[in-house]
């Protein structure tokens, strides 16, 4: 049977979606740069502005203070130097002069971005991921510009959507996927774009943007950033689509782009859940499910994407072998696990600390572990219990290990003879953070 779907195009969130959709009142906007974003500006924010689209915003871009303020966060956030090797040292040295020269530059509308210094980043087994890294300057640019644009598209964005938007993260995301499940929406679509933030289409980006913003020097200044130069190695080149993972700018653009996604699904009637380009629509039965891809599947390509046909798939929670992955989670069987890459990752950082040629005291060492492991358990100390058995037995092998190795025995601390003379006991005095213990004590607070 064919489907029809609702693709309407639609400048403002529908009245039927208030509840889901609307921004938040005056007291939540708490986030916003106070400089940029006058009570006056905020009024009108909420209210709505004529023609539902804003001018005027590029003296609010170079303003002094947005730029003092952009260049505070860019400063506070540190990172690399970008082509011209001007460090965020060196920018401190003559920042006055340097925020001058931004604010001259693009009020006369002869600002250009350098170009994007291109690196890669391990992702995985034997996968790399590409990472742009701008000049400083362009990072308060972008920075300010984010400050003043990002107000204008957060009154518009669904609250299913929680990727790199104020006061709302990974959390918040699978407790909204755990309430669905509960609910008895255990057939869930996963979907993954292929390559999504070097794919989106630079003129239905645009096109979208000038839906809510009409200054022309703006607009110019987004669309220039996005035909940046990317150099890498000795080579370089202008984009013509995406936009580079690690500029300032790129996961609010990557939201606008999906809004018009999670308007249409809405308005068809299905429970999404967001985070940047990974989501899952999660439904009541198969048939609503392969109806909900098959809606996905018509808007990606409706709107220059391409969806990747290993990674996207349909399952049910509470099957055995067809669960699905979110946020660093496995669903299945009705529990919770941790994936094996979040395992892997966390283990080869155990490793690391736990080098059997390291030097350090004990104690040192445990220090040293306890902020990683604390933090880990932090995000999934909603996993299965027998992840955190298991995680606590690697760890006190990797340390006893090392003791063996400061005795001058070899061997890797697996031996009963090893358990006896160094106990769980040994190590819970000397401060180790237990994840099974503290996984108790989260259940008996619950």
């Known amino acids: 049977m064919q489907m029809e779907f609702d693709f309407k195009f639609a400048s403002s969130v529908p009245q039927v979606a208030k509840q889901e959709a609307e921004a938040c009142s005056p007291p939540d906007w708490k986030w916003v740069e106070a400089s940029v ?5 905020l ?3 909420v209210n709505g502005v004529k023609g539902g689209k804003w001018y005027s915003l590029i003296d609010k871009v170079y ?19 970008g082509v011209d090797k001007i460090s965020i ?8 002069l340097y925020l001058k020269e931004l604010e001259r530059d693009l009020c006369n509308g002869v600002f250009w971005p350098s170009p994007v210094k291109r690196v890669h980043i391990p992702k995985g087994r034997r996968k790399i991921r590409p990472l742009g890294i701008p000049t400083v300057k362009d990072r308060i640019v972008q920075t300010a510009l984010k400050m003043v644009l990002e107000p204008i598209f957060e009154k518009e964005f669904f609250k299913t959507s929680y990727g790199f938007r104020p006061g709302r993260g990974c959390k918040d995301a699978l407790r909204e996927v755990d309430r669905r499940l509960k609910e008895g929406y255990t057939w869930v679509v996963d979907a993954d774009v292929k390559s999504y933030f070097d794919t989106i289409p630079h003129n239905l980006l645009m096109d979208r943007i000038r839906d809510k913003v009409s200054d022309g ?5 987004i669309e220039r950033f996005l035909k940046q130069e990317i150099m890498e190695d000795m080579k370089s080149w202008n984009p013509i689509s995406g936009t580079p993972q690690g500029a300032v700018l790129s996961p609010l653009l990557s939201n606008v782009y999906l809004h018009q996604l999670d308007l249409t699904l809405y308005q068809n009637g299905y429970k999404m859940i967001r985070y940047a380009d990974d989501w899952v629509v999660l439904c009541r039965s198969i048939k609503e499910a392969e109806a909900a891809l098959s809606l996905i599947q018509s808007w990606i390509a409706r709107n220059g994407l391409q969806l ?13 072998g067809y669960g699905f992955e979110f946020l660093g989670y496995r669903f299945e069987e009705g529990w919770r696990y941790v994936r094996s890459k979040s395992l892997k990752k966390l283990k080869d950082n155990i490793r690391l600390k736990t080098r059997r040629t390291r030097g350090d005291s004990i104690e040192k060492i445990i220090s040293d ?11 999934f100390k909603h996993a299965h219990h027998y992840t955190f058995n298991s995680l606590d037995g690697f760890i006190r092998r990797r340390l006893r290990a090392v003791l063996r190795k400061q005795k001058k025995r ?8 090893d358990h006896r003379q160094w106990p769980n006991s040994f190590f819970a005095e000397r401060g180790l953070f237990t994840m099974y213990k503290a996984y108790v004590t989260v259940r008996q607070s619950r």
Not at 37 to 41: C, F, L, S, V, Y
Not at 89 to 96: G, I, L, M, T, V
């Open 37 to 41: 974003w006058t009570e006056r500006m």
């Open 43 to 45: 009024a009108a924010l």
């Open 63 to 81: 303003d002094p203070r947005t730029l003092q303020a952009a260049w505070k966060k860019v400063a506070a956030n540190k990172g690399a130097a």
């Open 89 to 96: 040292k060196r920018f401190k040295s003559d920042a006055q």
């Open 217 to 221: 020097k703006v607009l110019n200044l």
């Open 308 to 320: 990747s046909l290993e990674k996207t798939h349909i399952g049910n929670w509470l099957e055995s």
């Open 369 to 379: 572990l306890n902020p990683t492991i604390k933090g880990w358990f932090e995000y």
């Open 410 to 417: 070899p061997g890797s601390g697996k031996t009963g003879c």
